[in-house]
């Protein structure tokens, strides 16, 4: 998908905006911090729409369908909406403040601003590539993006373990994130017969990567038994967040994963830089 387009960057503008809005923390202007949010949400979904050719039209009119036929017609082409039960509060939420007065309160504001910003990580991540403070670093300072715990500046000068602190939720579903993009660049270097799955821990072979890793010493063996508790708590972390609280994260959990990270990075290049000396090897030999 393409990040030019006028629907991603409407959906990041109107995010940039809600953040701005929130981090001026003035309660008259909650109710449009969540108008910017769901309105957000609906437009990088409609962006998704377009890019797998369907139409956001309601049939024989110039009027754009509604959100919740947006996100049925996303699933029934197998597409997962993260976070869809909060996404569905919100949207419920900004019609209820379209049509009346009044504002939410702060901890309903915190804990939609919370959710939505989960969402976008989760989406942008998997459908665009991009990391949330990438994508608002044009449209806001590093001071406010320090302030939501997303700087850019920050990713560069904080340490894993100081992003965990301020921000143990992002930080850990950013961390997984990466750890399940590199198995997922290892998988064709261990299977090259056949292309491999797109969810790395759903094909065959992931547990012989996971033993081929064990065994070589780049992941130890307590960490590599820790990945389906690992799994199981990224999920509840994504999408089971839960009326207004987090998930709790424990910090061992954080640091099982980031030692799986490192193992299994260092076995990318290894494994690559072997691949290379192959080949270079096999044409030297022709």
Known sequence: ??????????????????????????SWKSRFVILHLAHAVEVILKDRMVDLGLSIYVSKRSQTISIWDAME?????????PRRPVMELLIDDRNNL?????????????????????????????????????ALSPYLKPKMLRQIDLSTEGVKEWT?????????????????????SVFGSLLPLLVKSRRVHPVPFADDEFPNLVALLAKEGYIADADAKELDRLKVLRNKVA????????????????????????????????????????????????
């Open 160 to 180: 894993p373990e100081a992003r965990f602190a301020q921000a143990p939720q992002w930080e850990f579903l950013y961390s997984f994130g990466t750890l399940e």
């Open 98 to 134: 379209q049509h009346r007065f009044g504002s939410p309160d702060g901890r309903t504001l915190k804990f939609y601003f919370d959710e939505t910003m989960l969402f976008f990580i989760e989406f942008l991540h998997d459908n665009y590539g991009v990391r949330l403070a990438e």
């Open 239 to 286: 999408h089971f967040g839960g009326a207004g609280e987090m998930v709790p994260l424990p910090h061992d959990a954080y640091k099982a994963v980031q030692r799986l990270l490192a193992g299994a990075t260092k076995a990318r290049n290894d494994w690559q830089a072997r691949q290379s000396e192959d080949e270079s090897g096999e044409q030297s030999n022709a």
């Open 73 to 81: 017609a996303l699933e029934a082409q197998g597409f997962k909406i």
């Open 1 to 26: 998908m393409s990040i030019e387009s006028p629907f991603y960057l409407g959906a990041i503008e109107l995010l940039a905006h809600s953040v701005e809005l929130f981090a001026e923390g003035e």
